[in-house]
């Protein structure tokens, strides 16, 4: 059953790298539209931002200097998985944010770590995301899309197959709001103005 609670710490990137696979295995864009606004009807204000950029293959933080060597001898993958998109991203940015000398060493051991915590389909996900690499077809049309269904109402699923949907309870609405009352700014960029 659903659970309201849910916070930016329990949304599982494993619900995100699902969506990826089911967005980039389906061909109908209605039904690409439904899978990405389901997981993003999932996601809070907070996590909402990191979500598109993750399943739009971009990172909040831009560029955070991992290259193909660091990504190129992942350890084995974690059986369950636990990795959260706080995690995540508070990892990228912790890795974009070392500096100096050693980096190149800190950059590819954090990398290490964080693929360690993931499974096999989190590593393939988050390899092919810092590689650029993540070809699903999300594009920017489907992506807004998908974000004005998921801001409007709870999406359909597509069969079973979103990533979200064993999560969600039918009647419950996002949990993230459209805009703050009398604030002009989107929940959906930091950097709005």
Avoid: H, N
Avoid at 3 to 19: G, M
Avoid at 43 to 62: H, K, M, N, T
């Amino acid at each position: 059953m659903s659970d309201p609670s849910v916070t930016l710490e329990d949304v599982r990137i494993t619900e995100v790298a699902r969506t990826s696979a089911v967005v980039a295995e389906t061909s109908g864009r209605k039904a690409k539209v439904a899978a990405l606004a389901a997981c993003l009807g999932e996601a809070g204000a907070p996590e909402a931002p990191i979500v598109v950029a993750y399943l739009s293959g971009e990172l909040p933080q831009r560029q955070i200097g991992v290259g193909y060597a660091a990504l190129r001898d992942a350890p084995p993958p974690a059986d369950v998985p636990a990795l959260t998109v706080a995690e995540v991203d508070a990892t990228f940015t912790e890795i974009g944010a070392v500096s100096g000398k050693g980096s190149v060493a800190r950059r590819k051991e954090l990398v290490a770590g964080l693929l360690g915590r993931a499974t096999r389909g989190e590593q393939d996900f988050l390899v092919r995301l810092l590689a650029g690499e993540l070809r699903q077809g999300a594009l920017d049309g489907l992506m807004a899309e998908a974000i004005a269904a998921a801001a409007t109402s709870r999406p359909p699923t597509s069969g079973g197959r979103s990533c979200c949907a064993a999560r969600s309870a039918p009647s419950r609405p996002p949990r993230w709001p459209t805009a703050p009352p009398g604030c002009g700014r989107s929940p959906w960029r930091s950097d709005a103005r």
